[in-house]
């Protein structure tokens, strides 16, 4: 069964503060991809990253780095020194070969205070 | 302007009202997506279009009932709803129906049934 736990629910740091949101997942399959989105209160979803499962290099972009590990099923997500920018809530999500479907965690709510 | 537009932002709606909701894109992809967004839930796939055909219906009521009348188009028409529908309507794109694919999404359309 596929499944995505984010069990941060709600995080809340100051400024120029490091923050990493925590994403395991459940999957039968050796062909997938996974994905990492961000909700600001406008409403809609802004894709940030897509990695598949042959790809374990992490990435960095800027303040944002992604840290998959096949070994614990993780795909975290770090936020060097956050910005009151940052607020938002995150989903990490997946998506198999078939079917052809994100499944998308409950999402973790940053906040970021000055 | 954003590449997916949804309508109304906000809808309040009786059990017995009938109403639609409504989504456009702007980027010229193939595949568009109606997805439900409840409190302290992950996100659920609701509908999948492929080139204006229906491919993905995910156990939804009947109530729902979705129309795509173009590429560019794509409508959810609402029916006899009962209060636990009051969520977050996510319209959302992408260039191919695939797993590798990245979503657009709207900023939403947040429905209230009383």
């Known amino acids: 069964a596929q499944k995505v736990t984010q069990a941060q629910t709600e995080i809340s740091v100051v400024e120029k503060e490091d923050v990493t949101l925590d994403c395991v997942y459940e999957?039968?399959?050796?062909?997938?991809?996974l994905f990492w989105y961000k909700q600001p209160p406008s409403g809609e979803l802004v894709f940030l990253i897509r990695r598949n499962s042959f790809d374990e290099q992490n990435e960095i972009s800027g303040r944002y780095s992604w840290n998959f590990q096949k070994s614990t099923s993780s795909f975290n997500f770090t936020i060097t020194a956050s910005q009151v920018v940052d607020s938002a809530v995150y989903f990490c999500a997946l998506s198999e070969a078939r079917p052809d479907k994100l499944i998308f965690g409950t999402g973790t709510r940053l906040q970021v205070f000055p | 302007e954003t590449g997916v537009t949804q309508t109304p932002r906000h809808l309040v709606m009786g059990m017995t009202n009938k109403k639609s909701l409504k989504c456009e894109q702007h980027?010229?992809?193939?595949?568009m997506y109606w997805y439900k967004q409840s409190a302290k839930k992950p996100l659920e796939l609701m509908f999948v279009y492929s080139l204006e055909e229906r491919v993905e219906n995910n156990s939804v009521p009947s109530r729902f009932s979705p129309e795509c009348p173009n590429s560019s188009h794509l409508f959810l028409h609402l029916h006899t709803l009962q209060p636990e529908d009051s969520a977050l309507y996510l319209c959302a794109s992408s260039q191919h129906r695939t797993a590798t694919g990245e979503l657009f999404f709207g900023e939403g359309s947040r429905l209230t049934v009383l």
């Open positions: 980027l010229g992809h193939n595949a």
């Open positions: 999957t039968r399959d050796t062909t997938y991809y």
